[in-house]
């Protein structure tokens, strides 16, 4: 149940400080509560401190564009575009999203930085991957003899070397690395 302290307002009625005080004033002072203090009128707009921009720290573009240009152009070889592509990835996204908060003036070279990292990295690692986990390549399921046989480069006797290491180790247990 509620009860009901005055007399109803509607909420697009406006409502008068002024009226109010005349109806306090007409009940007697002693049946009312006593009126609030006056508060401090505003004299203009508030001045409100100026609030401090973060510093731009530039600083991760130029190392990104330069790793990265280094690792696309060196890609070719394999590790050096993985080994200098992924600090290159990681500055430049570092260095991107500063610019893309609005700390850091240096996007643009961040990005290129980015992509570029990112072509050598993967690229790079297209050319290792057969090295790494043996997936493809110069006498795949042949036998040493078979192998050794068929290869024409020193790098194919390697490859056939190290497919069939115990084989070749214990044929050859002096032969020079």
Same mark, same amino acid.
């Given at each position: 149940?509620?009860?009901?302290?005055?007399?109803?307002?509607?909420?697009?009625?406006?409502? @008068?400080?002024?009226?109010?005080?005349?109806?306090?004033?007409?009940?007697?002072? @002693?049946?009312?509560?006593?009126?609030?203090?006056?508060?401090?009128?505003?004299?203009?707009?508030?001045?409100?401190?100026?609030?401090?921009?973060?510093?731009?720290?530039?600083?991760?573009?130029?190392?990104?564009?330069?790793?990265?240009?280094?690792?696309?152009?060196?890609?070719?070889?394999?590790?050096?575009?993985?080994?200098?592509?992924?600090?290159?990835?990681?500055?430049?996204?570092?260095?991107?999203?500063?610019?893309?908060?609005?700390?850091?003036? @240096?996007?643009?070279?961040?990005?290129?930085?980015?992509?570029?990292?990112?072509?050598?990295?993967?690229?790079?690692?297209?050319?290792?991957?057969?090295?790494?986990?043996?997936?493809?390549?110069?006498?795949?399921?042949?036998?040493? @003899?078979?192998?050794?046989?068929?290869?024409?480069?020193?790098?194919?006797?390697?490859?056939?070397?190290?497919?069939?290491?115990?084989?070749?180790?214990?044929?050859?247990?002096?032969?020079?690395?």
């Amino acid at each position: 149940m509620t009860t009901s302290h005055g007399p109803r307002r509607s909420a697009e009625a406006p409502v @008068d400080p002024e009226a109010r005080t005349e109806t306090l004033r007409a009940v007697g002072p @002693d049946s009312a509560p006593a009126p609030a203090p006056p508060r401090p009128a505003r004299r203009g707009p508030v001045e409100q401190e100026p609030v401090e921009e973060p510093a731009k720290r530039n600083g991760m573009g130029t190392p990104a564009l330069v790793l990265g240009l280094l690792a696309a152009a060196t890609c070719w070889t394999g590790w050096a575009g993985v080994v200098l592509g992924l600090p290159a990835v990681v500055a430049g996204y570092l260095g991107a999203r500063r610019a893309f908060h609005n700390l850091a003036t @240096d996007g643009a070279s961040s990005l290129g930085g980015f992509v570029a990292g990112l072509v050598g990295l993967v690229v790079g690692a297209v050319i290792v991957w057969p090295t790494l986990f043996g997936s493809g390549g110069f006498g795949d399921g042949l036998t040493l @003899d078979q192998c050794m046989e068929q290869s024409t480069t020193a790098r194919e006797m390697h490859m056939c070397k190290s497919q069939h290491l115990a084989e070749f180790n214990e044929r050859y247990p002096n032969a020079a690395e």
